[in-house]
């Protein structure tokens, strides 16, 4: 009887001491009590802004290379090379001598047929017949037809610009040979200028013509130059799955030159779409995600797809609904099931400045 007393007594005091393990209880009572703090915020519904980015290439409103369109010497050339003409200027002129000699004859010929049809049309029947008028009005059609033929011949040998623009460098001199075909300088009108460049095809249904464009270039230390979207291609390519976009930029200072490479970025409207403090976002790898707070102040952590980056914001695309209380700071110490506290920075200022008051 003692030596089972004995024994029951033994087996109470193991049970005991079990239970008051130092390191158990020392590892369940901050758990138990303790809560990490963090800052939070709300998840918000806000319109964010959607652009696409590409790079472009400009090209002259109006662009062609002048040509010599006939064999002949060069009598004079009246540019030096990138400065800005105007429609109708002489560039050049040919030597047009003996052009200028038939010009004349055939002037002369004229003059002396029609002062034969006009004294048979004064004296009428009295010295010429209607076959004799007749032959003398076929006269003057001809002289006047060669003479239009000379003057379009002459007119070929004095180059003009076609159109306003900035005349690029002569590749000509006085007393060269021009051939049909050889190249005399290129004229680009440069105000306003054409930007090509191309986008994915996920933004076909997204763009749309007047959509507004800033283009950057680093000739000009990054500063951006505004314009919209005019043209959008009809076609996708399919080995690359872009299509071609249009824009016209404003370049009334001439300081954009076509063949100029630009950063594009086009604005394509504002859509509604939840937005966080950048801080909120855990970055594990490819893996993204926050740590949100329910009602119990206890930490959850759900994965998000990110969207658009802002100064001090991301978009949210999955992941979060609005309303959601989020962990902007302090969320590197949490774990999952954690209890929180929140802190409220801001409520605390007001009070003390209410207190102050």
Known sequence: MRSTLWLLGVLSIVALSACEDPAATMAERPAASSAVLVETEIAEL????????????????????????????????????????????????????????????????????????????????????????DVARARVDANAALLEALRSRIADRTIRAPFDGVIGLRRISVGALLTPGTVIAELDDVNPMKLDFTLPEHYLSQIDIGDSVD??????????????????????????????????IDNKDARLRPGMLMAVNVSLGEVPGIVVSETALVQSGAQSSVFIVDDESIARRVTVEIGRRMPGLIEIRSGLSPGDRVVRNGQMTLRPGVKVRE??????????????A
């Open 215 to 248: 283009a950057k270039s680093t000739a000009w230390d990054g500063e951006s130059f505004a314009g919209e979207v005019t043209q959008i291609g009809s076609r996708v390519d399919p080995a690359t799955r872009a299509f071609s976009v249009r824009a016209l």
């Open 46 to 133: 806000a319109l964010i802004v959607q652009d696409a980015e590409s790079v472009g290439t400009l090209v002259g409103n109006e662009s062609v290379t002048i040509t010599a369109k006939l064999t002949e010497q060069v009598s004079a050339v009246y540019f030096e090379g990138g400065e800005l003409v105007e429609a109708g200027a002489v560039l050049v002129e040919l030597i047009d001598v003996e052009q200028l000699a038939l010009l004349r004859e055939a002037e002369a010929k004229l003059r002396e047929t029609q002062l034969q049809l006009d004294r048979f049309l004064t004296l009428g029947k009295d010295i010429a017949t209607a076959a004799e008028i």
């Open 343 to 356: 802190s409220n920075l801001a409520s605390e200022a007001d009070s003390l400045a209410g207190i102050g």
